[in-house]
Protein backbone atom coordinates (compact mmCIF):
# COMPACT_ATOMS: atom_id res chain seq x y z
CA UNK A 1 0.00 0.00 0.00
CA UNK A 2 0.80 3.56 -0.19
CA UNK A 3 3.39 5.09 2.12
CA UNK A 4 5.06 8.14 3.40
CA UNK A 5 8.32 8.23 5.33
CA UNK A 6 9.25 11.82 6.40
CA UNK A 7 12.61 12.74 8.17
CA UNK A 8 13.95 13.94 10.61
CA UNK A 9 10.73 13.93 13.76
CA UNK A 10 12.93 16.97 15.39
CA UNK A 11 14.40 20.13 14.25
CA UNK A 12 16.09 22.68 15.72
CA UNK A 13 17.43 25.72 14.09
CA UNK A 14 18.44 29.52 14.78
CA UNK A 15 16.10 32.32 13.82
CA UNK A 16 17.45 33.03 10.57
CA UNK A 17 18.64 29.84 9.06
CA UNK A 18 17.78 27.41 6.52
CA UNK A 19 15.08 24.42 8.01
CA UNK A 20 15.13 21.23 5.47
CA UNK A 21 12.40 18.23 5.78
CA UNK A 22 12.71 15.62 3.26
CA UNK A 23 9.52 12.93 2.42
CA UNK A 24 9.99 9.89 0.35
CA UNK A 25 7.29 7.62 -1.03
CA UNK A 26 6.13 4.09 -2.50
CA UNK A 27 3.54 4.58 -4.97
CA UNK A 28 5.01 5.66 -7.89
CA UNK A 29 1.64 6.52 -9.38
CA UNK A 30 1.78 9.55 -6.24
CA UNK A 31 1.10 12.66 -8.48
CA UNK A 32 0.25 15.03 -5.58
CA UNK A 33 2.31 15.77 -2.71
CA UNK A 34 0.99 19.10 -0.56
CA UNK A 35 2.65 20.23 3.08
CA UNK A 36 0.56 21.14 6.08
CA UNK A 37 2.09 23.42 9.06
CA UNK A 38 0.23 21.91 12.38
CA UNK A 39 0.23 24.92 15.32
CA UNK A 40 -0.11 23.64 18.99
CA UNK A 41 -3.22 22.73 19.54
CA UNK A 42 -5.07 23.93 15.78
CA UNK A 43 -5.53 21.95 12.86
CA UNK A 44 -3.36 21.56 10.05
CA UNK A 45 -3.20 24.13 7.74
CA UNK A 46 -1.95 23.70 3.82
CA UNK A 47 0.81 25.61 3.30
CA UNK A 48 2.78 24.98 0.04
CA UNK A 49 1.45 22.20 -2.42
CA UNK A 50 2.97 20.66 -5.88
CA UNK A 51 1.92 18.40 -9.05
CA UNK A 52 4.17 15.60 -10.22
CA UNK A 53 4.51 17.84 -13.24
CA UNK A 54 6.61 20.49 -11.82
CA UNK A 55 9.70 20.01 -10.25
CA UNK A 56 10.02 22.66 -7.93
CA UNK A 57 7.79 25.58 -6.30
CA UNK A 58 8.47 28.49 -4.28
CA UNK A 59 6.43 31.00 -1.85
CA UNK A 60 8.19 33.47 -0.37
CA UNK A 61 9.88 32.01 2.31
CA UNK A 62 9.02 27.92 1.54
CA UNK A 63 9.99 25.91 -1.23
CA UNK A 64 9.03 22.41 -2.04
CA UNK A 65 11.54 20.38 -4.40
CA UNK A 66 10.31 16.99 -6.10
CA UNK A 67 12.82 13.87 -7.72
CA UNK A 68 9.78 11.40 -8.86
CA UNK A 69 12.84 9.49 -10.25
CA UNK A 70 13.98 8.62 -6.35
CA UNK A 71 10.36 9.27 -5.28
CA UNK A 72 10.99 12.01 -2.83
CA UNK A 73 10.24 15.72 -2.04
CA UNK A 74 11.49 18.03 0.05
CA UNK A 75 10.38 21.20 1.90
CA UNK A 76 12.85 23.99 1.94
CA UNK A 77 11.91 27.32 4.52
CA UNK A 78 14.61 29.76 4.39
CA UNK A 79 15.14 32.74 7.30
CA UNK A 80 13.33 31.39 9.60
CA UNK A 81 11.43 32.96 12.27
CA UNK A 82 9.91 31.65 15.39
CA UNK A 83 6.59 32.09 14.15
CA UNK A 84 7.57 29.16 12.03
CA UNK A 85 7.75 26.98 15.17
CA UNK A 86 5.11 23.92 14.41
CA UNK A 87 4.54 20.33 13.57
CA UNK A 88 5.23 20.08 9.45
CA UNK A 89 3.67 17.23 7.60
CA UNK A 90 4.65 15.78 4.07
CA UNK A 91 1.75 13.69 2.18
CA UNK A 92 0.95 12.31 -0.88
CA UNK A 93 -1.99 10.93 -3.71
CA UNK A 94 -2.38 8.86 -6.45
CA UNK A 95 -5.16 11.29 -7.15
CA UNK A 96 -5.26 14.73 -7.12
CA UNK A 97 -8.98 15.17 -7.91
CA UNK A 98 -10.29 13.25 -4.67
CA UNK A 99 -8.30 14.90 -1.75
CA UNK A 100 -7.54 11.20 -0.36
CA UNK A 101 -3.48 12.01 1.15
CA UNK A 102 -1.15 9.88 3.13
CA UNK A 103 0.64 11.71 5.58
CA UNK A 104 4.19 10.97 7.11
CA UNK A 105 4.74 10.98 10.94
CA UNK A 106 5.53 15.07 11.14
CA UNK A 107 8.57 17.37 11.75
CA UNK A 108 8.65 19.29 15.14
CA UNK A 109 10.38 22.18 13.62
CA UNK A 110 11.60 24.60 16.48
CA UNK A 111 13.32 28.41 15.74
CA UNK A 112 15.00 29.31 18.50
CA UNK A 113 15.30 33.09 18.90
CA UNK B 1 -19.67 29.61 5.39
CA UNK B 2 -18.41 27.48 8.88
CA UNK B 3 -16.11 25.30 7.17
CA UNK B 4 -15.77 21.61 8.47
CA UNK B 5 -17.35 21.50 12.18
CA UNK B 6 -16.31 18.56 14.11
CA UNK B 7 -18.41 17.45 17.28
CA UNK B 8 -18.44 16.80 20.28
CA UNK B 9 -14.38 18.75 21.03
CA UNK B 10 -13.65 16.67 24.09
CA UNK B 11 -15.51 13.13 25.11
CA UNK B 12 -14.19 10.69 27.55
CA UNK B 13 -15.74 7.08 27.24
CA UNK B 14 -15.46 3.40 29.16
CA UNK B 15 -14.06 1.04 27.09
CA UNK B 16 -17.66 -0.98 25.09
CA UNK B 17 -19.44 1.97 24.87
CA UNK B 18 -20.11 3.12 21.77
CA UNK B 19 -20.08 6.92 20.37
CA UNK B 20 -20.76 8.98 17.08
CA UNK B 21 -18.24 11.73 16.02
CA UNK B 22 -20.35 14.28 13.78
CA UNK B 23 -18.63 15.92 10.92
CA UNK B 24 -20.34 18.71 8.62
CA UNK B 25 -19.24 20.65 6.24
CA UNK B 26 -21.10 23.56 3.83
CA UNK B 27 -18.45 24.09 0.93
CA UNK B 28 -20.36 21.69 -1.18
CA UNK B 29 -17.28 19.33 -1.14
CA UNK B 30 -17.76 16.29 -2.40
CA UNK B 31 -14.66 14.32 -0.91
CA UNK B 32 -14.29 13.85 2.88
CA UNK B 33 -12.17 11.98 5.56
CA UNK B 34 -11.48 11.55 8.79
CA UNK B 35 -7.89 11.16 10.43
CA UNK B 36 -6.79 10.09 13.43
CA UNK B 37 -3.51 12.18 15.02
CA UNK B 38 -1.49 10.08 17.55
CA UNK B 39 1.81 11.10 18.62
CA UNK B 40 4.45 10.16 16.01
CA UNK B 41 2.89 8.50 13.98
CA UNK B 42 1.18 11.64 11.76
CA UNK B 43 -2.21 11.77 10.69
CA UNK B 44 -3.81 8.24 9.45
CA UNK B 45 -6.71 7.83 7.46
CA UNK B 46 -9.68 5.95 9.04
CA UNK B 47 -12.29 5.82 6.23
CA UNK B 48 -13.24 8.49 3.03
CA UNK B 49 -16.24 9.40 1.13
CA UNK B 50 -16.19 10.06 -2.49
CA UNK B 51 -19.56 11.30 -2.54
CA UNK B 52 -23.08 10.34 -0.85
CA UNK B 53 -23.82 7.46 -0.84
CA UNK B 54 -19.84 5.96 -0.88
CA UNK B 55 -17.21 5.30 1.25
CA UNK B 56 -14.32 3.16 1.89
CA UNK B 57 -11.77 2.48 4.03
CA UNK B 58 -8.10 3.83 4.43
CA UNK B 59 -5.26 3.01 6.63
CA UNK B 60 -6.45 1.95 9.79
CA UNK B 61 -10.55 1.36 9.64
CA UNK B 62 -10.96 -1.18 12.13
CA UNK B 63 -13.19 -0.59 15.05
CA UNK B 64 -14.98 2.79 13.14
CA UNK B 65 -18.09 2.75 10.69
CA UNK B 66 -18.83 5.82 8.35
CA UNK B 67 -21.50 6.52 6.25
CA UNK B 68 -22.66 9.04 3.62
CA UNK B 69 -26.44 10.01 3.35
CA UNK B 70 -26.20 13.67 2.41
CA UNK B 71 -23.57 15.90 0.50
CA UNK B 72 -22.94 17.67 4.16
CA UNK B 73 -22.47 15.23 7.03
CA UNK B 74 -20.11 12.22 7.59
CA UNK B 75 -20.41 10.94 10.37
CA UNK B 76 -17.75 8.63 12.47
CA UNK B 77 -19.12 5.55 14.57
CA UNK B 78 -16.82 3.93 17.15
CA UNK B 79 -19.25 0.79 17.92
CA UNK B 80 -17.43 -0.47 20.94
CA UNK B 81 -14.62 2.06 21.96
CA UNK B 82 -11.14 0.66 23.18
CA UNK B 83 -8.59 2.09 25.14
CA UNK B 84 -6.75 2.25 21.82
CA UNK B 85 -8.89 4.47 20.02
CA UNK B 86 -7.91 7.47 22.81
CA UNK B 87 -6.77 9.80 20.11
CA UNK B 88 -7.53 13.05 18.48
CA UNK B 89 -9.66 12.84 15.39
CA UNK B 90 -10.13 14.76 12.25
CA UNK B 91 -12.35 15.59 9.73
CA UNK B 92 -11.53 16.92 6.56
CA UNK B 93 -13.24 17.67 3.22
CA UNK B 94 -11.90 18.47 -0.26
CA UNK B 95 -12.41 20.71 -2.80
CA UNK B 96 -10.33 22.24 -5.59
CA UNK B 97 -8.41 25.40 -4.05
CA UNK B 98 -5.14 24.83 -4.19
CA UNK B 99 -2.44 26.97 -6.04
CA UNK B 100 -1.82 23.92 -7.92
CA UNK B 101 -5.67 23.37 -8.93
CA UNK B 102 -5.68 20.15 -6.65
CA UNK B 103 -7.97 19.59 -4.28
CA UNK B 104 -6.93 20.49 -1.06
CA UNK B 105 -7.58 19.31 2.37
CA UNK B 106 -9.47 21.38 5.18
CA UNK B 107 -9.71 20.14 8.33
CA UNK B 108 -12.68 20.62 11.36
CA UNK B 109 -10.93 21.66 14.68
CA UNK B 110 -10.66 17.92 15.84
CA UNK B 111 -12.11 15.94 18.29
CA UNK B 112 -10.32 14.78 21.95
CA UNK B 113 -11.55 11.14 22.37
CA UNK B 114 -10.11 9.33 25.40
CA UNK B 115 -11.15 5.79 26.60
CA UNK B 116 -10.74 4.67 29.40
Known amino acids: GENVEQHPSTLSVQEGDSAVIKCTYS??????FPWYKQELGKRPQLIID?????GEKKDQRIAVTLNKTAKHFSLHITETQPEDSAVYFC????????????FGQGTTLQVKP | NAGVTQTPKFQVLKTGQSMTLQCAQD?????MSWYRQDPGMGLRLIHY???????DQGEVPNGYNVSRSTTEDFPLRLLSAAPSQTSVYFC???????????????FGAGSRLTVL
Open chain 1, 91 to 102: AASFSSNTGKLI
Open chain 1, 50 to 54: IRSNV
Open chain 2, 27 to 31: MNHEY
Open chain 2, 92 to 106: ASSGRSGSSGANVLT
Open chain 2, 49 to 55: SVGAGIT
Open chain 1, 27 to 32: DSASNY
